[in-house]
């Protein structure tokens, strides 16, 4: 055996204790309980990944695709990271690439938050900006290709890079943080899909523990995840670049799988926007717009189970931080610009909290 493979395991071996040793000091993400009317029956709980240090849900993501890629030997001393990426993935890849010494190059859309790119060049990557959304997988591959890097390819590979038994995945710590709730089996988790792993390790995880409960995805409007889930066409459904930061693909991406989806809501755009400012309202977190998809579903089911006179609970989750889109989706100029009024959907809302009837 040559001094050089011998050389490549061993900075593998510590660039794996590495990032497991920044696993182990993180404690848990909270699960927060939001107020509802008790008469209402139902409990309804927001984990929030913003809190992770890399700030959103794909802190889990990124933390699983280098490890995946460590132990396959696809990443080793020196390799240079490249991602297609909405923005969140490359911020936590970044992170995770400076926390072992190695370079990382975000391949990303010129419509991403001024504030992911500024987050991503603050963990030491860089950012090479395309006009559309549809070039960023061509653009990375060959990125990868030409300086001899690695294309981690979340969109490929995240459903397979996590462990979808458990292994403190996020359905895991999801269940083990209700277990002394009134309701801790939920009648529903409510998840996006923008790589498609999340839903696709909760969707498994559930059946694997045979859990009666129920995975609801939203989409964004114009998104190819919904018809491909509809129709039964996931390996040829396409749509448009989503409006909505981190979710919503212009196809049906290789990590998604429709099977273990129990249900799908499509979320109009404005909507979003509409359902995480008025997460804000309500209760002071302040989210993305990710966040308001996940909720403008969430009430939906809320408002059957009241109907139904059902009692239970439903999870989702707080994304990332609304910090993220000052300069976007929580300004009234941008939103203007982008045909984005969210105020007929904030009237919808507050016609439900205050009557527990949905009318949108």
Known sequence: MSNSCIQDRTWANEAIRTIEAENNRSADT?????????????????????????????????????????????????????????GSTAVSEAYFARLIGLPFIAVMTKTTSPEKIALIEDFGGSCLLVDHASEVYAVAEETARTCGGHYMDQFTYAERATDWRGNNNIAESIFEQLALEEHPVPDWIVVGAGTGGTSATIGR????????????????????????????????????????????????????????????????????????????????????????????????????????????????????????????????????????????????????????????
């Open 30 to 86: 909270h699960l927060y309980a939001v107020p509802l009317p008790a008469h209402w029956g139902v409990q309804l709980y927001l984990k929030d990944e913003s809190t992770h240090r890399s700030g959103s849900l794909k802190h889990r993501l990124a933390r699983s695709l280098f490890l995946y890629g460590l132990v396959n030997g696809w990443i080793t001393e020196g390799t240079t990271i490249v991602e297609a990426s909405s």
């Open 205 to 360: 995880y559930l059946r694997y523990h045979r859990y009666a409960t129920r995975l609801t995805v939203v989409d964004p409007e114009n998104s190819a995840f919904y018809p491909a889930w509809r129709d039964g066409t996931a390996a040829t459904a396409t749509g448009l670049p989503s409006r909505i930061e981190g979710i919503g693909r212009p196809r049906s991406e290789p990590s998604f799988v429709p099977a273990v989806i129990d249900h799908m809501i499509q979320v109009p755009d404005a909507a979003s926007v509409a359902a995480m400012r008025h997460l804000r309202k309500i209760t002071g977190l302040h989210a993305g717009p990710s966040t308001g998809t996940n909720l403008w579903g969430v009430w939906q089911l809320v408002a059957q189970m009241v109907a139904e006179g059902r009692k239970g609970s439903i999870v989702s989750l707080m994304c990332d931080a609304g910090d993220r889109y000052e300069g976007s989706y929580y300004d009234a100029g941008w939103l203007a610009a982008h045909g984005l009024d969210p105020v007929p959907h904030e009237q919808v809302l507050e016609r439900f909290h205050d009557t527990g009837v949905w009318t949108g």
